[in-house]
């Protein structure tokens, strides 16, 4: 698609571009030629130049969090549904992965559907997962802001935050530090209408949510933005932080006792 659209407009792609939308849309028909419009159609003022990276960021970042798709609502409101949307959080953890049976009337329907897709390992192996990472960040977000919205009073107005964060630099520990301490003092609130599976244990996607929230809070004065990322299509889930002063990562275990673990990339 892309080597016919360079040679009929004479605008060049580069090829980092073409490697990243392979990895966020996996080749899903809708989904790559709606992005695909968006790049070399909508938001491509500067024909003369080539498509770069910069550009890409650009527009992903509106499609992930400003711009309608019939594709990801149809996906969203299938998602959502009972009993459909329990299998969906748990496919969110990170502990195991989940056999893919098509007779299972539960997978079926996600499947069906276009919410989860096939990974077959070997020749024996098929799990389930998401189709593709921005569908994976699509429904992440949607369940994100569906159990907490922004938060506030994270810390007193003239609090002094340089042991956790500057003007250059942010202490990734402390700020660990900070956010158990916060869950620990709001733990019965975080946890009050939280949903829980069959054996009244939280869903590990639950603290996935509430954390990723409440950095989304806690550095926005600071320009930051904060995006899940999925390096395996299901299992691992890493919260990438980037700002002008900094830039670090985070991948996000659960351990026994429901609590969140995390470790520095």
Request: hydrophobic share 40%; proline share 5%.
């Amino acid at each position: 698609m892309f080597n016919w659209y360079q040679q009929e407009s004479g605008q060049l792609i580069e090829p980092e571009v073409v490697e990243r939308l392979w990895y966020e849309f996996q080749g899903q028909p809708g989904l790559t030629g709606w992005i695909g419009e968006l790049l070399t159609e909508t938001y491509n003022q500067a024909q003369a130049l080539p498509i770069n990276q910069a550009h890409f960021e650009g527009v992903y970042a509106k499609a992930l969090n400003l711009l309608p798709n019939n594709n990801i609502l149809n996906i969203i409101s299938k998602a959502k549904q009972a009993p459909y949307k329990p299998f969906v959080l748990e496919l969110f953890q990170t502990k195991k992965k989940i056999n893919f049976l098509y007779d299972d009337p539960i997978i079926n329907f996600l499947y069906m559907n276009g919410v989860v897709d096939v990974e077959e390992v070997g020749d024996s192996e098929i799990y389930v997962k998401f189709p593709c990472p921005y569908i994976q960040k699509r429904l992440f977000n949607y369940f994100a802001r569906e159990l907490y919205q922004e938060m506030d009073g994270l810390y007193d107005p003239f609090e002094d935050l340089s042991d956790t964060i500057t003007d250059n630099s942010i202490n990734i520990c402390q700020l660990l530090v900070r956010y158990e301490q916060y869950l620990q003092a709001n733990r019965d609130w975080v946890l009050k209408d939280a949903p829980r599976r069959n054996d009244l244990r939280v869903y590990e996607a639950v603290f996935h949510f509430h954390f990723y929230l409440y950095l989304v809070s806690f550095l926005r004065t600071y320009e930051a933005q904060i995006h899940p990322e999925f390096p395996t299509g299901n299992g691992q889930i890493a919260l990438a932080v980037n700002a002008a002063i900094f830039t670090t990562g985070l991948f996000l275990l659960a351990d026994r006792r429901s609590s969140i673990r995390l470790n520095m990339l």
